[in-house]
Structure formats: C-alpha cells, structure tokens
C-alpha cells in the first residue's frame, strides 16, 4: 500500500532553520506532483508550496516566498522543505501530499495521499 511519511520537525527558535522531508513507497514517485500543506492550531489548512514532477516548476504561497525551498529527489521517492528564517507564525503541523494530476495547493482534493505530519515548533 502506498506510504507517505514525513519527518525532520522540530522546536527552533524565531530566525532558525529545520529541513522537512517527506518519503514515499508504494507509488511511482515520478508521476507525482508533490506539496506541503500546514495547519495551525484554530486555522484552516494552508497549502505552502507545490513541486512538478520533475522539479523544474515550484510554487510558494506568499507567507513563505523567499524563506521556504522545495526539492525533490526522485531517485530517493523524498521531497524535501528548507524552511529558513523561521517566524513564529510558521508553527504548524506540515503535511505531505501526493498528487497524480496538476499540483496545486488551491485545490486539496487533487491531492490522493496524505502523509499524518510532522509538528514544527517555533519559539519566539
């Protein structure tokens, strides 16, 4: 069966750095598009970034442009988030998805496979 798991969170300090990552087993991880959601306590779910796949085309929310990076390696079935310059406000759950069609974090429902997350926490 299809396996999403994500791992890397952690307690940081405001201006700190963690690396995300997210592996697969079960699907080919080539033909997926891949993204990271978020969901803070009290607040909806929030679609961070999104990764083609290939990796040539990335997409960001705003909240995150210029601190967040997505990559992938597709030979490992990861992708990965380099969060930066972290803010209070990216304390969160950060979840992993997988879609087989357009990637697009407008849209939730494309997403087929959810990882369960993992809780980054930052302390100002």
């Known amino acids: 069966q299809v396996q999403v798991v994500e791992s890397g969170g952690g307690l940081v300090q405001a201006g700190g750095a963690l690396r995300l990552s997210c592996t697969t087993s079960g699907l080919e991880f080539e033909d997926f598009g891949m993204a990271w959601f978020r969901q803070a306590p009290g607040k909806e779910r929030e679609g961070v970034s999104c990764?083609?796949?290939?990796?040539?085309?990335?997409y960001y929310s705003d909240s995150v442009e210029g601190r967040f990076t997505t990559s992938r390696d597709n030979a490992k079935n990861t992708m990965y988030l380099q969060m930066d310059s972290l803010k209070p406000e990216d304390m969160a759950i950060y979840y992993c998805?997988?879609?087989?069609?357009?990637?697009?974090?407008?849209?939730?429902?494309?997403?087929?496979?959810w990882g369960q997350g993992t809780l980054v926490a930052v302390s100002s």
């Open positions: 990764i083609s796949l290939t990796g040539n085309s990335k």
């Open positions: 998805a997988a879609t087989s069609g357009y990637c697009s974090v407008r849209d939730s429902s494309r997403f087929e496979y």
